[in-house]
């Protein structure tokens, strides 16, 4: 389903990596693995970035999976406002650049792919600069284009639940 998210594309080459992060492996235990989450790997080279491509009002990204959940494969309460929030909800957490520093914070969002729009509501930080460490779930650094949606999202967007991961979509602001 992924078809050009993670390769660059015009819009996200006015996006340069920001540097590197080594892996480190997770302790026993560490990791939630929930919703095919990647774990670090000892010693693999990870890109940060501290931007995302430009806003428009079709602004490419990849749809993630992600439990915002207490327990769930988001790790910590949300960065927004220190809660915990249902998958039954439709929130998202945005890459570093599109964050903003939490300027979106309980701001929503449209997010458009399979015909439908949802609007979701910006809680959480993917963060593109850091990971691979207990703060991050020992995750490797999310890329600069990254809408990571609870299960609420993807169920508006009418993507049948064996296809959950990765999708291309198009967000704006709402």
Same mark, same amino acid.
């Given at each position: 389903?992924?078809?050009?998210?993670?390769?660059?594309?015009?819009?996200?080459?006015?996006?340069?990596?920001?540097?590197?992060?080594?892996?480190?492996?997770?302790?026993?235990?560490?990791?939630?693995?929930?919703?095919?989450?990647?774990?670090?790997?000892?010693?693999?080279?990870?890109?940060?970035?501290?931007?995302?491509?430009?806003?428009?009002?079709?602004?490419?990204?990849?749809?993630?999976?992600?439990?915002?959940?207490?327990?769930?494969?988001? @790790?910590?309460?949300?960065?927004? *406002?220190? &809660?915990?929030?249902?998958?039954?909800?439709? /929130?998202? !957490?945005?890459?570093?650049? =599109?964050?903003?520093?939490?300027?979106?914070?309980?701001?929503?969002?449209?997010?458009?792919?399979?015909?439908?729009?949802?609007?979701?509501?910006?809680?959480?930080?993917?963060?593109?600069?850091? @990971?691979?460490?207990?703060?991050? *779930?020992? &995750?490797?650094?999310?890329?600069?284009?990254? /809408?990571? !949606?609870?299960?609420?999202? =993807?169920?508006?967007?009418?993507?049948?639940?064996?296809?959950?991961?990765?999708?291309?979509?198009?967000?704006?602001?709402?």
């Amino acid at each position: 389903m992924l078809s050009s998210g993670l390769r660059p594309s015009a819009e996200a080459q006015a996006c340069k990596p920001s540097g590197h992060i080594t892996g480190k492996k997770p302790p026993p235990g560490q990791c939630n693995r929930d919703n095919d989450s990647e774990c670090c790997v000892q010693g693999k080279p990870y890109t940060t970035y501290k931007c995302s491509p430009p806003v428009t009002s079709h602004t490419k990204a990849v749809l993630t999976l992600n439990s915002f959940q207490k327990g769930g494969d988001g @790790g910590g309460p949300s960065e927004c *406002d220190n &809660q915990y929030h249902s998958d039954d909800k439709p /929130v998202v !957490a945005l890459s570093t650049g =599109w964050y903003k520093g939490g300027s979106r914070c309980l701001n929503n969002i449209k997010i458009s792919a399979n015909g439908q729009t949802v609007t979701a509501m910006v809680v959480d930080e993917c963060d593109s600069t850091m @990971g691979c460490d207990e703060d991050h *779930d020992y &995750q490797p650094p999310c890329p600069h284009n990254i /809408v990571d !949606a609870s299960k609420a999202v =993807w169920k508006a967007l009418g993507v049948p639940e064996d296809d959950w991961g990765e999708l291309d979509i198009t967000w704006t602001d709402a």
